[in-house]
Antibody, heavy 128, light 110 residues
């Protein structure tokens, strides 16, 4: 059974870079049917899509975070990672990784169906 | 892109039905049939209960149903049970390789 597990520091200082890794077990990350995504949830707030990556390396980011976000994939380790730079207290949140079902891609635009499986999430606090 | 609009709260008594709305624009909810609904219990990861507007994953009770009209999608929970008390989020493909979530609705079973 597919499982996703987030890992990384739970405390990051302001202005530094937040780094998280999602390890996928039970199936290969190198499937043509899926993207892999990061979503966050600030305390008492709703969900926010951060970005998504394909096993081949194609990445797409939320425009509001794009300037600070990098998502990468390591197929040899069945992992994908998130880096968020220049963090502030507003970036304090539970960060989730999830599998995103791909509909199809056409002319550089990919149509995603839904997030079907999620990790348990990891709380990252930005504080000095 | 802006978050999809959901009512902050909804409630119903056991056995009743409740409907939660999710309003977007023609660029997201109205433009694609890629609307999904997520259920989140406190301290837990979200779980999909409806995808592609009306489809139900295996294992999700048929008390959960979805629909869409124009730029508004809806989740209906029939025959409310205590275990249905949770936060519910809608999500939609928003074009040009974007995704957007709703702000969430807290469903209380009275």
């Amino acid at each position: 059974q597919l499982q996703l597990q987030e890992s990384g520091p739970g405390l990051v200082k302001p202005s530094e870079t937040l780094s998280l890794t999602c390890t996928v077990s039970g199936d290969s990350i190198s499937s043509s049917n899926y993207f892999w995504g990061w979503i966050r949830q600030s305390p008492g707030k709703g969900l926010e899509w951060i970005g998504s990556i394909y096993y081949g390396g194609s990445t797409y980011y939320n425009p509001s975070l794009k300037s600070r976000v990098t998502i990468s994939v390591d197929t040899s380790k069945n992992q994908f990672s998130l880096k968020l730079s220049s963090v502030t207290a507003a970036d304090t949140a539970v960060y989730y990784c999830a599998r995103l079902i791909l509909g199809y891609c056409l002319n550089g635009v990919c149509y995603w169906r839904y997030f079907d499986l999620w990790g348990r999430g990891t709380l990252v606090t930005v504080s000095s | 892109q802006s978050a999809l609009t959901q009512p902050p709260s909804a409630s119903g008594s056991p056995g009743q039905s409740v409907t939660i709305s999710c309003t977007g624009t023609s660029s997201d909810v109205g433009g694609y049939n890629y609307v999904s609904w997520l259920q989140q219990h406190p301290g837990k990861a979200p779980k999909v209960v409806i995808y592609e507007v009306t489809k139900r994953p295996s294992g999700v009770p048929d008390r959960f149903s979805g629909s869409k009209s124009g730029n508004t999608a809806s989740l209906t929970v029939s025959g409310l049970q205590a275990e249905d008390e949770a936060d519910y989020y809608c999500s939609s493909y928003a074009g040009s390789n974007n995704l957007v979530f709703g702000r969430g609705t807290r469903l209380t079973v009275l």
